[in-house]
């Protein structure tokens, strides 16, 4: 009887321990920061630019160099036209992603939470495991950042294989054919998600897309994932 108390007192104090850190979690995700953006590390491959320009969405992604999956971080600029709306929701299970704004005004929007306006010089983190997204909250002014993601595992392999098939098949990141945004996805599990949607749905229907990509060979226009 003793014992089954005290292992009752354990688990209450890991629960509280666990609500705990989820709470401290999501409180640093909206405690946006100022910053100088002097302070701001560059990569030292900084003369590398990769630009990926999606005129037909009015957004630029610009990376500094080839995807590397075993570097600390990726950092990339990203430029968002005026009245803009950035990624649909999603999640990072594995990353932290912080958003650096150069200039115009960013709405960031996390699960559960007042959505948060952020501009020039201030910053915001968040954790992996929230589901977030953002838009240009200026209609009249184009939104720059500097995203960092931490630690960069595939993030950059799956931003540009997404951005290059919706360019590819029409212009927009929207004109990516289901089967290979499916596969990508598939991909991609390990850590990057719908925000919205049970894990277990996502595995279903991305299994079920990404094997009619393969059996039709729009699997092939999707490069191999890095090792």
Same mark, same amino acid.
């Given at each position: 009887m003793k014992n089954n108390k005290s292992a009752s007192k354990q688990e209450v104090t890991q629960n509280i321990d666990v609500q705990q850190r989820e709470d401290t979690r999501i409180k640093v995700a909206l405690n946006p920061g100022k910053i100088k953006m002097e302070d701001v590390a560059h990569p030292d491959n900084v003369?590398?630019?990769?630009?990926?320009?999606?005129?037909k969405d009015g957004k630029s992604y610009i990376f500094y160099g080839e995807p590397d999956n075993r570097a600390p971080a990726v950092e990339f600029r990203h430029v968002l036209a005026p !009245? %803009?709306?950035?990624p649909e929701p999603h999640i990072h299970t594995k990353q932290t992603e912080t958003f650096h704004i150069i200039s115009g005004i960013m709405v960031a929007s996390l699960k559960g939470q007042k959505d948060v306006r952020l501009g020039p010089g201030e910053m915001i983190d968040v954790p992996p495991g929230i589901v977030h997204s953002f838009t240009n909250g200026s209609k009249e002014e184009p939104l720059v950042l500097r995203i960092v993601i931490e630690p960069a595992l595939d993030f950059q392999w799956f931003m540009t294989e997404a951005i290059k098939s919706g360019i590819r098949? !029409? %212009?927009?990141?929207?004109?990516?054919p289901l089967l290979e945004a499916g596969h990508l996805m598939w991909l991609s599990r390990d850590q990057q998600r719908i925000g919205g949607m049970p894990y277990v749905m996502q595995?279903?229907?991305?299994?079920?897309?990404?094997?009619?990509?393969?059996?039709?060979?729009?699997?092939?226009?999707?490069?191999t994932k890095p090792q």
């Open positions: 003369g590398k630019e990769l630009v990926l320009d999606v005129k !009245g %803009g709306a950035g098949n !029409g %212009g927009s990141q929207k004109d990516m595995d279903i229907l991305f299994g079920i897309l990404s094997l009619f990509a393969r059996i039709t060979g729009s699997a092939k226009n999707i490069s």
